[in-house]
């Protein structure tokens, strides 16, 4: 792993160009930052006064914890995506309005729910709207058609036509 040396001038760390490593500072992992920082540390330090073991225990558990918690916003980034698909995938096959992001308003049903990036957007007759713009969801309303005509149905077969029977 190649390092690329730093200098410190009155407390600010200065980057120093190098011609060892093709790593700029910016696409160096946070992980990788962390050691060329304390590399440079354990060099630069005053020989009357050098570092403790403690500071140095102190310093990689706290570089320890932010790599775990990066972890974890990642875990719950992605858990998060998952729980936003599994809710719009409910809307399938609901009525829904919604805004586009064009600022269009939309109705129609939900026929798919796709992720995008890290937006869920649902399909509404061949247009896309995020599911963050859903601002109405109701049963659609040939759903509501057949569940009505169902009914009647039923009703007639259990108890056929009652006009003409006595009780």
């Not at 407390?11 to 946070?30: E, I, W, Y």
């Given at each position: 792993m ?9 407390g ?5 160009p190098?011609?060892?490593?093709a790593k700029?500072?910016?696409?160096q992992?946070?992980q990788?930052?962390?050691?060329t920082l ?5 060099k630069?330090?005053n020989?009357?006064e050098p570092m403790k ?9 706290q570089f320890?914890s932010?790599?775990?918690m990066q ?9 998060m995506s998952q729980s936003?698909?599994n809710n719009?995938?409910?809307l399938?096959?609901?009525q ?6 064009s600022?269009?308003t939309?109705t ?8 995008n990036?890290?937006d869920?957007?649902l399909?509404?007759d061949g247009?896309y ?5 859903v601002?109405?969801?109701?049963a659609?309303k ?7 005509a169902l009914a009647?149905l ?8 009652l006009e003409g029977t006595?009780?």
């Amino acid at each position: 792993m190649a390092y690329q040396p730093i200098t410190i001038t009155n407390g600010q760390v200065v980057s120093s160009p190098t011609t060892t490593t093709a790593k700029s500072a910016a696409s160096q992992s946070l992980q990788d930052q962390f050691l060329t920082l304390l590399v440079s540390q354990l060099k630069n330090q005053n020989p009357l006064e050098p570092m403790k073991n403690d500071e140095f225990l102190a310093q990689t558990a706290q570089f320890q914890s932010l790599t775990e918690m990066q972890k974890l916003n990642k875990s719950m980034a992605a858990f998060m995506s998952q729980s936003q698909l599994n809710n719009a995938s409910a809307l399938i096959g609901k009525q829904v309005t919604a805004m586009q992001s064009s600022g269009d308003t939309l109705t129609g049903v939900v026929t798919s729910v796709q992720m995008n990036g890290s937006d869920v957007l649902l399909e509404i007759d061949g247009q896309y709207a995020p599911l963050s713009g859903v601002t109405k969801v109701e049963a659609a309303k040939a759903v509501t058609q057949n569940i009505d005509a169902l009914a009647e149905l039923l009703v007639d077969a259990l108890f056929g036509d009652l006009e003409g029977t006595a009780v």
